[in-house]
């Protein structure tokens, strides 16, 4: 019999604890090869059904309307049908409504390519409607002004120099569906309460980097954003005209307006997506000199005009765990 306190037996308990520690070491190697194994299965039983178009994942859930496109132009033909002939193929396309605002109606090859390019994709069942919004005032606000025969609820509203992969458009949409009151989009930007200014309530406005930095963000720009279509009546109809007066006159600022808009009518903040940019354009009004400093005037005149700052802000963010390695 060896003495719990004599010399062997402490020695005996020495030897022990590192073979206690190797078995832990073992399991815990073990889960870690047994985790990755399942994640590989995971992501190769995902890849093995996504075989569809542009090898994005075909959804059989998409609701029978699914969601209206309502592309932005200005003389970039080339652009536009580019534009159409990617999200033609993503699979919860409904119709697409080309805002056109040119002095110029679209020509008739314009129409005719463009009409062939979207019966190309539908087929059997699938039947998707094209129309061209002509108006004959050019004003920023035409792109948010009401379609009454709107099918589909959900508005994908989008610029045409830029495009997103169908598989993030979808991913988007599904978010949208969970919450079809408020914007959801993939281009955030914030503002803020510049505290610098004494007692004056003056607000900043902030682009990409700034949402960076701040890991917030109270927007997302309607040039890549999912909206119920309520807002479009609401933005023609119901949104103060001292603020679309604003937006006609200075050019600019109709994406900060519909934010402003659909914030004062939830309470809530926008939903940032995730989703891979790809820019096939090459001038806008972003790119000129002095852009911040004109967002910030937009910022602080319609917080006047609403009496208030309904911007509301948030650090969610909503990523595709599909392409994700972990969560």
């Excluded at 002004?145 to 991913?171: M, Q, R, T, Y």
Aim: with cysteine; net charge positive.
């Amino acid at each position: 019999m060896v003495m719990r306190g004599s010399p062997l037996g402490r020695r005996i308990r020495q030897l022990s604890l590192p073979a206690a520690g190797s078995v832990k070491i073992k399991l815990l190697l073990c889960c870690c090869i047994c985790f990755t194994l399942i994640a590989l299965a995971g992501r190769a039983s995902t890849f093995m059904g996504r075989k569809h178009r542009n090898g994005f994942s075909d959804r059989s859930s998409v609701p029978r309307k699914g969601y209206a496109i309502l592309i932005n132009t200005w003389k970039r033909n080339d652009l536009l049908k580019k534009s159409i002939s990617h999200y033609i193929s993503c699979s919860g396309l409904h119709s697409v409504h080309i805002v056109w605002s040119e002095p110029d109606p679209p020509s008739d090859y314009l129409v005719k390519c463009i009409d062939t390019i979207v019966r190309s994709e539908s087929k059997g069942d699938r039947r998707i409607e094209l129309k061209f919004d002509i108006n004959k005032e050019d004003s920023l606000n035409n792109r948010f002004k009401e379609i009454k025969d709107l099918e589909a609820d959900a508005v994908f509203s989008i610029d045409d120099d830029v495009i997103f992969p169908c598989s993030s458009v979808e991913l988007a949409f599904d978010v949208w569906q969970s919450a079809p009151d408020t914007m959801v989009g993939f281009v955030p930007r914030m503002h803020w309460l510049d505290k610098s200014r004494n007692n004056m309530r003056h607000y900043g406005y902030g682009g990409w980097w700034s949402v960076w930095w701040m890991g917030q963000y109270s927007m997302v720009l309607s040039k890549a954003a999912f909206f119920h279509k309520k807002y479009l009546t609401m933005y023609t109809n119901e949104m103060p005209a001292s603020v679309r007066e604003y937006v006609a006159r200075n050019r600019n600022c109709e994406d900060i307006a519909m934010s402003f808009l659909v914030a004062n009518a939830t309470g809530a903040p926008p939903v940032w997506v995730k989703g891979k940019i790809f820019e096939i354009g090459t001038t806008g009004i972003s790119s000129l000199g002095g852009h911040n400093e004109r967002r910030t005037k937009c910022v602080n005149r319609f917080a006047t005009e609403y009496g208030k700052m309904p911007l509301v802000s948030t650090s969610m963010k909503v990523v595709d765990s599909r392409n994700t390695w972990f969560w």
